[in-house]
């Protein structure tokens, strides 16, 4: 079977591997569907050092099951994994063993199971059964968006935004973008969406999505945009931005506020310089979001379901199998078009 594999910078080798016999606890899935990550295209650009497998937003078919894997139990309301269940694939996936895990807080699993080979831009992968999710009669492009949908989950949940709150989300990608429509299911009365104004398309699914108010950060300052619409200032800001932007989220904020953060930089771009009297005296809370491992399954299906988050709106440009490079490197490049990238695989 194929995968594809990267290393830095922007190379690409499809590779005709063989896998493993499957281990009794393991699924074989055939990817259907797999989604260009902003984590795949640095992956690409300098994370992967060596060649290195790529893709992890996947939804395909089990066409294989391990001899231990439970199967359908009749009258039971958990649907059971056989050849042929639609399933979409975890990045990665609490282990239920650990000292965190038994304590019941699963979001800080200590020995996260990211057993996989190999990446999502492959014809087949094989994973351990419990990091696999039925998706029901979502088409497998849609399903594909669950994984950076429990992302933008989590954010929302860590925020607990308040009823008829003012809210800001930094960043237009698709994650910002899902935030903020779920900022508004959870009733904030004002979605502000900031970033920078040549990402078109996403400005455009922004205004499809109900967002309130967007923001320019290149055609005007944010703290005097702030300053005039938001007096007393905002309830909360969701940070999908880099680092840096975390600074302006604190100023935004009023007294009591709350900031959650998921974005990733490298090259010295990760650190922050903070007020620190700002944080002490306006009693401000900054919350980070890994979102590993991810939860949030069952909801992400529902509402790539029933269209709170409609994915013909978020999909924007598809590629074949064949062209992983060429979608990798269109997503890199190609950000006043693109909203999603996603490849199908077969
Ligand atoms: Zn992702
Ligand atoms: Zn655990």
């Given at each position: 079977m194929k995968a594809f594999y990267t290393k830095a910078s922007m190379e690409f080798e499809q590779r005709d591997v063989g896998l493993d016999p499957l281990a009794p606890d393991e699924v074989l899935v055939k990817v259907r569907a797999c989604g260009v990550c902003g984590w795949d295209v640095l992956v690409a650009q300098t994370v992967a050092q060596d060649w290195s497998p790529i893709g992890h937003e996947l939804s395909g078919d089990i066409v294989e099951v391990g001899s231990a894997v439970p199967g359908l139990q009749v009258g039971t309301p958990v649907p059971g994994l056989q050849v042929g269940t639609p399933v979409v694939v975890e990045n990665s996936t609490l282990c239920g063993v650990c000292d965190q895990c038994k304590r019941g807080n699963v979001a800080h699993c200590v020995t996260l199971d990211h057993h996989?080979?190999?990446?999502?831009?492959?014809e087949l992968i094989k994973v351990r059964y419990t990091s696999v999710f039925p998706m029901a009669e979502l088409d497998y492009r849609a399903g594909a968006l669950a994984e950076p949908l429990t992302v933008a989950i989590d954010m929302v949940e860590m925020a607990e935004i308040p009823l008829a709150g003012h809210v800001a989300v930094f960043g237009p990608g698709p994650i910002g973008l899902m935030i903020a429509k779920l900022a508004l299911v959870k009733g904030a009365s004002r979605v502000y969406l900031t970033g920078h104004a040549h990402s078109h398309k996403r400005w455009e699914v922004a205004e499809a999505l109900g967002v309130t108010d967007c923001v320019f950060i290149d055609r005007q300052d944010l703290s005097s945009y702030f300053e005039k619409a938001e007096p007393q200032g905002l309830d909360r800001v969701l940070v999908t931005s880099p680092p840096a932007t975390i600074a302006d989220a604190m100023k935004l904020c009023r007294f009591g506020g709350i900031i959650t953060y998921n974005g990733i930089k490298f090259g010295g771009g990760e650190r922050i310089v903070l007020d620190g009297n700002d944080f002490h005296f306006k009693r401000l809370q900054l919350r980070g979001v890994?979102?590993?491992?991810?939860?949030?399954w069952p909801q992400a299906v529902e509402l790539l379901r029933n269209k709170t988050i409609d994915p013909d709106l978020f999909i924007s440009h598809t590629f074949p199998f064949e062209q992983v490079p060429d979608a990798v490197r269109f997503a890199a490049t190609a950000r006043s078009e693109t909203v999603k990238v996603m490849v199908e695989v077969g």
């Open positions: 996989r080979s190999p990446g999502g831009f492959a890994h979102s590993i491992p991810n939860l949030g």
